[in-house]
């Protein structure tokens, strides 16, 4: 350290970079403010619970019309609150539009929990048109976790089977 405290080159660079490093680190610190805030706020959307709102109803009800009188059963996990407060709100939505079937409530007690909303269909050359209809609708009103599967196919006269699983894929079973 005494070398360089007696260098006139080694003064000026050691200066150069600390004024460096005092415009740097600041800088580095608002953005790393910015970023924790953007993220603690995706942190309290991620824990909010699923809900239909009014637009979005509307939307789904008029879109779904369409399949009016297509046959369902739907499901949720029963250990999951949210994933049955959501259920509950997409069969309301489904009685409004026309739409027929029942609720099955307790189907899921399986040690893997699912997630996002599950539409069951018979096979993906024959998938009928009210799951597609369904399928579109949702993603259309920003709930993008909507997905066909073969795990949930439709029985007896349902068209479609709906699974609403948890909202986030790291909840536990």
């Known amino acids: 350290m005494t070398t360089c405290w007696n260098s006139v080159d080694c003064v000026q660079t050691v200066t150069t970079w600390l004024r460096g490093l005092s415009i740097v680190l600041p800088l580095l610190g608002a953005v790393a403010a910015l970023v924790s805030f953007v993220y603690s706020n995706r942190a309290e959307i991620l824990k909010a619970p699923r809900k239909i709102s009014e637009a979005q109803r509307t939307l789904l009800v008029e879109r779904l019309k369409g399949a009016a009188g297509s046959h369902y059963d739907i499901g949720a996990v029963v250990s999951d609150p949210e994933s049955m407060q959501f259920a509950q709100q997409i069969l309301e939505v489904l009685i409004e539009a ?35 209809l369904l399928l579109d609708a949702l993603r259309t ?26 909202k986030l894929r790291s909840q536990g079973p």
């Open 98 to 132: 026309g739409w027929t079937g029942r609720q099955v409530p307790s189907l899921f007690q399986a040690t893997k929990r699912p997630f996002g909303v599950l539409i069951g269909v018979k096979s993906d050359d024959a998938v009928q048109p009210a799951a597609q």
């Open 141 to 166: 009103v920003a709930f993008t976790d909507t997905y066909l599967t073969h795990d949930f196919a439709p029985q007896g006269d349902a068209v479609v089977t709906i699974r609403v699983g948890s």
